[in-house]
């Protein structure tokens, strides 16, 4: 399937990733004003904005880390407030700053996201060692307590983690931080292809030229809205330009 394909066919589907007038505010302080924001299966969706702009605070919500003061967030049609457990099945996060249980080796780590999950024995097996191949994950790290890791190591450990579960959404905030070019790289190819097999990749990155060259749609948060949306698919000059949108967006 194309890029333009998949384009094309986000306005017949069902979006996987509704979010509906979301406001979240921290005391007096408002940071999201009403965002309202669709992604559909089969799209790499990228979310930015400068920092403290309200982008990981968006993904906060959608993954229930955070309550917010009013809206709606479903996630394959689970409300993250409603339906918690059965949103949180649908979807695989990587944090900025990876998140993990640092006394645990990485094979136990792993072992225990695949029990959350109900994974099999054979499946877990298949996918921790495709995840960690991709990855350039050595196997035999796997036996090190994840403490001993370097932070790239550790991100890898959370990527793979993601994932071995096949989720319908990856949700990925900052996922390049501290990762080696060749990994970058590496993760880029997987994004791209998990959303060409119908899958929804949701990801922030301050990486513009990253975004403008994989993703599918764009938006960029001002102001605790999403304040434009590009479809770099039927606006390919967007790509070239999306720095430059970005730059104007904030007045700098």
């Not at 986000?10 to 406001?23: F, K």
């Not at 917010?68 to 949180?88: H, M, R, Y």
């Not at 931080?177 to 301050?206: I, N, P, Q, W």
């Not at 304040?227 to 967007?238: C, G, H, I, S, V």
Request: aromatic share 10%; with cysteine; charged share 25%.
């Amino acid at each position: 399937m194309t890029d333009n394909s998949i384009a094309n066919e986000t306005a017949e589907r069902t979006p996987s990733v509704v979010i509906e007038n979301l406001y979240k505010s921290y005391g007096s302080k408002e940071v999201l004003k009403g965002l309202n924001l669709s992604v559909y299966p089969g799209e790499l969706f990228g979310f930015i904005g400068k920092n403290g702009i309200g982008k990981s605070t968006t993904i906060d919500c959608m993954i229930g880390a955070k309550q917010f003061n009013s809206g709606k967030i479903t996630l394959d049609g689970f409300d993250i407030v409603k339906e918690p457990l059965k949103a949180k099945s649908h979807f695989g996060y990587v944090a900025s700053e990876p998140s993990c249980y640092e006394v645990m080796t990485g094979y136990d780590y792993l072992e225990f996201i695949a029990g959350i999950y109900k994974i099999s024995e054979g499946e877990f097996v298949k996918n921790y060692t495709y995840l960690c191949g991709r990855l350039k994950l050595d196997l035999k790290e796997l036996k090190n307590r994840i403490s001993d890791y370097s932070h790239g190591m550790k991100q890898k450990i959370c990527l793979v983690a993601s994932l071995m579960f096949n989720p319908d959404i990856w949700i990925l905030d900052e996922p390049t931080v501290g990762l080696d070019v060749m990994t970058v790289e590496e993760l880029k190819k997987m994004m791209r292809e998990y959303a060409d097999h119908g899958k929804t990749v949701f990801v922030t990155s301050h990486n513009i030229e990253l975004v403008s060259r994989i993703c599918d749609r764009v938006a960029i948060i001002n102001n605790g809205t999403v304040a434009a949306l590009y479809d770099l698919n039927k606006e390919p000059n967007r790509r070239l330009q999306l720095g430059k949108l970005f730059v104007e967006m904030y007045g700098n």
